[in-house]
């Protein structure tokens, strides 16, 4: 892997947790920030900056924090982000792409997808693109960038197929980094990206404490939860044509789906590092916070227990 100051080099699913988590999956974009806060921590702790003013005691403090919740969270997720195929997430691109294409996957995270889409557009060249990517053991022809989305370290008209899937919904403003986008799309150029929508999630029966809980959740996310409604809109947005959206519904529906999907929020609702993150910045108490992780098991218990929501899916071209 190299950083985006270097030259590339070479080197089954079925619910996952982005959507067991009921949306809150991923405040990816502060990745970036929280590894950038932490090499602060890190600098203070090597005494290079000034000791002993209350302010800057404070600012360690909040990025520690942060930092955790951040290594928290992408413990928690990345797993279940690594099952992901091209086949379970990228059904609606695979038809598009055709061996000798140059693809680049952005926001690729594990690279399981990234190493789907490659066998599909082999011996075209594959890259995979994040702020901390990776590859399952054993995929050839991928080669991994480090690079934030918003500044690809790429030519203009690079590549003949662009992908990104649950990457838009953790921007805070996807739309510079799918302009970024269309920069390094040749023409002629497909496009596909696919993004939960976290504001139109089903679930019952209602519980108020539940509804705490997605509140919470969304503000622990950094981008909308409105974004796979918007895909086809943004990608227009960003200079791409000829866009069409669809939209598939993913479920929690029998005793073994209800029961992961309250597992996961049980859990994550008595995370110290999500309590701690949720109490400081005021959004509720750790009292709420274990309320809504009993309202979680409480509705893990209930043999009517329903819960689905829909990826939203968009295709466009670089005419
Ligand atoms: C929810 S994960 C999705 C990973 C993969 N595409 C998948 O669907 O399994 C989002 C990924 O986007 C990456 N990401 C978030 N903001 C980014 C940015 N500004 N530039 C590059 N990558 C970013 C994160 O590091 C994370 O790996």
Not at 173 to 185: F, G, I, N, Q, S
Not at 191 to 201: E, F, L, N, P, Q
Not at 254 to 267: H, I, M, Q, R
Request: charged content about 20%; hydrophobic content about 45%.
């Amino acid at each position: 892997m190299v950083n985006r100051h270097d030259a590339p080099r070479t080197s089954n699913a079925g619910r996952d947790e982005e959507e067991c988590a009921a949306g809150f999956c991923c405040r990816c974009s502060n990745l970036r920030a929280a590894i950038i806060l932490w090499a602060s921590v890190r600098q203070d702790r090597c005494g290079e900056w000034q000791a002993g003013a209350v302010g800057q005691v404070e600012l360690r403090q909040d990025t520690e924090m942060a930092f955790n919740f951040e290594q928290a969270r992408k413990d928690r997720h990345r797993p279940a982000h690594a099952l992901r195929t091209a086949e379970s997430h990228a059904a609606f691109f695979l038809p598009y792409l055709k061996p000798g294409m140059a693809l680049a996957d952005l926001g690729c995270g594990p690279g399981s997808i990234t190493a789907g889409l490659a066998a599909a557009v082999a011996p075209g060249p594959t890259t995979g693109i994040d702020l901390d990517p990776g590859l399952p053991a054993g995929t050839n022809g991928v080669t991994l960038v480090q690079a934030d989305v918003h500044e690809l370290p790429f030519p203009d008209a690079t590549f003949d197929a662009i992908f990104a899937c649950a990457l838009l919904q953790h921007l805070s403003d996807p739309l510079p980094a799918l302009r970024e986008a269309r920069r390094v799309a040749r023409h002629g150029a497909v496009i596909g990206v696919a993004d939960i929508d976290s504001a139109g999630y089903l679930i019952a029966p209602v519980d108020p404490r539940l509804t705490s809980a997605f509140e919470v959740n969304a503000k622990l996310r950094v981008g909308s939860p409105q974004t796979g409604r918007r895909l086809r809109a943004l990608l227009h947005e960003a200079g791409f044509r000829r866009c069409v959206a669809q939209a598939r519904a993913f479920h929690h529906g029998d005793p073994a789906e209800t029961k992961a999907l309250a597992d996961f929020n049980v859990s994550w609702f008595t995370t110290p590092e999500v309590v701690q993150r949720v109490v400081a910045q005021g959004w509720a108490t750790a009292e709420e916070m274990a309320q809504m992780s009993a309202a979680w098991r409480d509705w893990g218990e209930q043999p009517g227990a329903f819960f689905a929501g829909f990826w939203c899916e968009a295709i466009g071209w670089a005419d």
